[in-house]
C-alpha cells in the first residue's frame, strides 16, 4: 500500500510546526517527520529517517518548497534521488507533483533553471578570477609572512640557542606556519 509520508521542518526552536502539520495531515500523510534545523544545516536527522521509511510508490509530501531544500539545487538533487528510488514527491503550496506528468514536466524546468543558474555562477567566477590574474592579483589567502620577516626569522633561528616557538609566539604565527615559510628542517622546542 503506497503511502503518503509528510516531512516538516521549522529554523528555530521558537517557531511553530502546527500550520505545516495541519496542511499535511489535510493532505493524507498518516505519518509526519518533523524537525527544528536550520536550511544552512546540511545535518537533518529527521529527513534522513523519513527518507529511510520511504517505498517505491510513497510520496513524500512537504507544505512548502523551501522546507526541502536548503537551495534550488540542494532541492532538485533530493527530488531526483526519490525519483530514482521510485518515490513521488509533491508540494503543497507550490501545488508540483511528480506523480503526473505535467507535475514531473514542472519540476525538471526547476531543475533545468538550476543547472542554469550553476552554470552562470561558474562563468562568473572563472571571468572574476581571470580579470583579477591579469590585473596581476593571485587567487587564495595572503601569506602570514612577507620577505622581510622571513628573512628576520631566518637570521633569529641561526642561533641554535633560539627557540621555534619562541620566534613563532613573536611573529604571532603556528610553529607549522615558520617551517613552511622559513624551511626549518630539524624542529627544535
Known sequence: MNQRIGYARVSTDDQ????????????????????AASGKNTARPELEQCRKALRPGDTLVVWRLDRLGRSLPDLVQIVSELEKHGVYFESLTEKIETGSASGKLQFHVFAALAEFERGLIRERTQAGLAA???RGRAGGRKPKLDDQQVRE???????PDMKVAEVARRYGVSRTTLYKHVGVVAPRQ
Open 132 to 134: 583579477a590574474r591579469a
Open 16 to 35: 511553530h510546526l502546527d500550520l505545516q502539520r495541519d496542511a499535511l495531515q489535510q493532505a493524507g500523510c498518516g505519518v509526519i517527520y518533523e524537525e
Open 153 to 159: 626569522i631566518k637570521v633569529l633561528l641561526r642561533d
